[in-house]
């Protein structure tokens, strides 16, 4: 595309009744020099054979017989920019100004954008504010000065501002030799994931997964995932907050990689898929589609609430991967993936959107585009908060110099909100790309959250258990996330902080555990999860749970709201396991008259009962009763034994 676009400027200059000066015949060049013209056609035809060394060679020799001759001086700028040589082409460009500024006006916005990519802002704005003085301007062209006078104005500012950046290498454990890039990390911070692109002797490049553990805030050697790496590449992994899943990128064709069928692609490039299962990753499978099509499939981020994918899709085409622009897709209760969704104008653009990650509060996006007007050039990395009605909000540059007019991409932010991690070059490196760490600006973290940590075991035998953990906000009854307790029962989630939570725990062959808990007003502390210890009672005649999320107003027995989830599960449970009877049970505490609580504990296990048979459970496998004050779990000596005197209870009467 770009030798198309020069050979045309160059037949603009060669047809100069397009660009006719004032008192000049049309086809006159602005030198009589023989020899000089002679060398531009020559150094035009050179470069329609793509001879561009010899067309360079032509051009300059028409400049060295007549310094003053305009054309190829910007014949030879084009050539330069289009071999990203920018400074050389900011020189011709300027002189070719300083010889005739009036002789092609668009030497203005060209030299502004050379001026741009090579961080000379300033410049630039000047130029744009000039070019767009000329009259004989396109609308089209027009817009696009207007668009990059608005860039060089937003990264002109933002290089008197500079972000406070200070990176530091995270160490022999994480980098090497080789190029390490693409990392995740773990909501704990202790377990990094990254790609990196070595070469054995006497073979190819290969890119493959390696991991580091974090032991006394040092990470430690790093070692391949064998499970995952195959004999092809492997890139971008996303690993989930608890790090039993992860999400990756792979470049396989439709027989399979290197033979293997159970690599198969769908097209250039698709997502992957794998579990930890009992300390081992699992043979990665396809995602397939509607994630995965004949296109590019790449970058995926995995939400910390379990059930949403984002990722890159570019459309492939002769010219390459083009048309880049962010997708999501949610997963349901079977697993399956929705239709992808491309996001909002405030994240895609008509350019290139890539490096996509979702932080773990799961409100905060990063990304990184070449197509929005707040950039400092090239690909920068953008944050954008989600709104109240579930869209995007307007993208917000990080800034100078964490975004330079050169590419930045791969930023990584851990749960904490406090350090970022990206992969660069930069001098005092191990070599190759190196991966590095530093404190994000406050202005661009995300909300805070706290990662809540867990155990599933069984009440009896005190064994691990593995188990579906659902975790809802209480106001609003809305899902947040579903964890899964692994094979040593241990589980991790991510949340928010200033909220409050509900827990449903589900297993076959158990009673339902459900609790309820509150992350508002504490003190985060990222070296101290939120612990919680669950013990699931297995079903059998005589066993009992509380129902500890079945709300009542004081001395009322009318259901909250709040009791909705708890209920359904109640609903979902007996349904399931169609042959089980249950006593539902109201307790009350020692306070006020017993003859009214008993019947206020009546009242409020028959609004449970009348709930169930409401939702289709036979009349005849429930039955209610209440017991007042008669059976306290605790003396009714304090307010807080109280509180838990007050309570709704199932008991298992018959299987």
């Not at 037949?11 to 660009?19: K, P």
């Not at 869209?391 to 791969?410: F, V």
């Amino acid at each position: 595309m770009k030798k198309l676009i020069f050979l045309l400027t160059l037949n603009f200059l060669f047809c100069t009744y397009l660009f006719p000066q004032q008192n000049m015949p049309p086809g006159t060049y602005t030198s009589t020099n023989k020899k000089a013209i002679k060398h531009l056609e020559e150094g035009k035809k050179n470069y329609e054979f793509h001879k561009d060394v010899d067309a360079e060679k032509n051009f300059l020799k028409a400049i060295e017989e007549d310094k003053a001759f305009v054309e190829p001086h910007i014949a030879i700028a084009y050539l330069y920019m289009e071999q990203n040589k920018n400074k050389e082409a900011i020189n011709h460009f300027q002189q070719a100004i300083n010889i005739n500024a009036k002789f092609f006006p668009k030497c203005f916005y060209d030299i502004a954008l050379a001026q741009f990519e090579t961080g000379l802002y300033d410049d630039a704005g000047k130029n744009l504010q000039q070019f767009l003085k000329f009259e004989r301007v396109s609308p089209l062209l027009k817009e696009q000065a207007q668009a990059y006078l608005k860039s060089a104005q937003f990264a002109s500012e933002a290089l008197k501002h500079p972000k406070p950046f200070k990176p530091v290498n995270m160490g022999a454990g994480v980098n090497s030799a080789d190029y390490e890039y693409f990392p995740s990390i773990t909501a704990d911070g202790l377990t990094f994931v990254f790609t990196r692109n070595y070469r054995m002797k006497g073979a190819a490049a290969q890119e493959d997964f390696f991991m580091s553990k974090k032991s006394n805030d040092v990470w430690q050697a790093s070692v391949p995932l064998t499970e995952i790496n195959s004999n092809g590449n492997e890139g971008a992994p996303s690993i989930s907050s608890d790090g039993n899943y992860m999400f990756f990128a792979s470049c396989i064709n439709m027989y399979g990689d290197y033979g293997d069928p159970s690599r198969k692609g769908l097209g250039s490039c698709d997502i992957f898929f794998s579990q930890k299962n009992s300390g081992k990753w699992t043979n990665p499978v396809n995602v397939g589609p509607p994630v995965n099509t004949a296109n590019w499939e790449t970058q995926p981020s995995f939400s910390s609430d379990g059930k949403t994918l984002y990722f890159v899709r570019g459309m492939v085409s002769r010219e390459g991967v083009k048309n880049q622009d962010i997708y999501v897709s949610q997963v349901d209760d079977n697993g399956k993936f929705s239709m992808p969704v491309k996001l909002g104008p405030n994240i895609n653009t008509s350019g290139r959107e890539e490096s996509v990650y979702i932080h773990p509060d799961n409100q905060t996006l990063y990304f990184t585009s070449d197509g929005h007007p707040e950039t400092m050039g090239g690909l920068d990395i953008y944050m954008s908060k989600k709104q109240a009605d579930g869209n995007w909000g307007q993208p917000i540059n990080l800034g100078y110099p964490i975004n330079t007019y050169n590419d930045e991409n791969s930023l990584l932010v851990d749960a904490a909100g406090r350090l970022a991690y990206f992969a660069s070059d930069r001098e005092g490196g191990y070599g190759g790309l190196d991966l590095y760490q530093f404190e994000l600006p406050a202005d661009v973290r995300p909300s805070n959250i706290m990662y809540v940590k867990g155990k599933v075991i069984d009440a009896k035998t005190k064994q691990p258990l593995q188990s579906n953990v659902d975790i809802f906000d209480l106001e609003t009854q809305q899902p947040i996330t579903r964890a899964f307790s692994n094979s040593t029962g241990d589980f991790l989630v991510v949340l928010p902080t200033q909220k409050n939570y509900l827990m449903n725990v589900n297993q076959e062959g158990y009673l339902f555990y459900s609790d309820n808990f509150s992350l508002k007003d504490v003190v985060v502390d990222y070296d101290k999860p939120f612990l919680v210890n669950i013990a699931l009672q297995p079903i059998d005649t005589g066993v009992s749970i509380e129902l500890k999320n079945v709300f009542f107003d004081v001395d009322k027995f009318d259901l909250k709201p709040e009791s909705k989830t708890e209920l359904d599960k109640l609903v979902t449970f007996l349904t399931k396991n169609k042959t089980i009877k249950i006593e539902i049970s109201g307790h009350t505490d020692s306070d006020g008259n017993k003859k009214a609580n008993q019947l206020l504990s009546q009242n409020r296990a028959k609004a449970v009962y009348d709930y169930a048979v409401k939702a289709g459970i036979a009349a005849i496998r429930l039955s209610y009763k209440g017991y007042g004050d008669a059976k306290p779990l605790l003396p009714n000596t304090t307010t807080e034994n109280k509180a838990k005197n007050r309570r709704t209870e199932i008991k298992i009467t018959g299987k």
